[in-house]
């Protein structure tokens, strides 16, 4: 079984999903982490279908870029004070589609979970921001000239 639920979180979307199979009870946050970066935050809550905690899963967080089958993963780690739950950070790089998955392993034995593809659009370089910094720098040579004119003619009088 599969759900999906897309929640605004801030100014990003998060979305949540829940799977149930005969292993495993799995529950997925992504969140992007800030709007113009490529990094997504996953939860993945494990449980067994009893709803008992599984603790010692190894939960992989899988991409593949739909165009050119590039693959990449990061370990999801759980901590000592939740034991279920596992984090990370996945950063993908830009100009893209990637399919995503949750792979969850543990001795109850192996789930694959899919999430839905993530477009990262093309990096674009600001020029606002070299143009300011050029600017700025004018401004300085520009106040450095005037005032050693200023102190020259005042010297001069």
Same mark, same amino acid.
């Given at each position: 079984?599969?759900? *999906?639920?897309?929640?605004?979180?801030?100014?990003?979307?998060?979305?949540?999903? !829940?799977?149930?199979?005969?292993?495993?009870? @799995?529950?997925?946050?992504?969140? *992007?982490?800030?709007? !113009?970066?490529? $990094?997504?935050?996953? $939860?993945? &809550?494990?449980?067994?279908?009893?709803?008992?905690?599984?603790?010692? =899963?190894? &939960?992989?967080?899988? *991409? @593949?870029? =739909? +165009?050119?089958?590039?693959?990449?993963?990061?370990?999801?780690?759980?901590?000592?004070?939740?034991?279920?739950?596992?984090?990370?950070?996945? +950063?993908?790089?830009?100009?893209?589609?990637?399919?995503?998955? #949750?792979? #969850?392993?543990?001795?109850?034995?192996?789930?694959?979970?899919? #999430?839905?593809?993530?477009?990262?659009?093309? $990096?674009?370089? *600001? +020029?606002?921001?070299?143009? &300011? !910094? !050029?600017?700025?720098?004018?401004?300085?040579?520009?106040?450095?000239? #005037?005032?050693?004119?200023?102190?020259?003619?005042?010297?001069?009088?």
């Amino acid at each position: 079984m599969f759900l *999906s639920i897309d929640l605004a979180y801030s100014e990003n979307k998060s979305n949540i999903y !829940f799977f149930e199979d005969q292993l495993y009870k @799995v529950k997925i946050l992504a969140n *992007s982490l800030e709007p !113009f970066t490529n $990094e997504i935050r996953f $939860e993945v &809550v494990v449980s067994d279908k009893n709803n008992n905690p599984v603790e010692d =899963a190894v &939960v992989k967080i899988r *991409s @593949v870029k =739909a +165009s050119r089958n590039e693959t990449g993963w990061a370990y999801a780690l759980n901590t000592p004070a939740a034991k279920d739950i596992y984090s990370t950070i996945l +950063s993908l790089p830009p100009n893209g589609t990637w399919r995503l998955s #949750v792979e #969850v392993n543990s001795t109850m034995g192996k789930g694959t979970y899919p #999430v839905k593809e993530i477009t990262i659009p093309k $990096e674009t370089r *600001s +020029s606002l921001g070299g143009w &300011v !910094f !050029f600017g700025a720098h004018i401004l300085i040579i520009c106040g450095g000239v #005037v005032l050693w004119k200023e102190s020259r003619r005042i010297r001069n009088r």
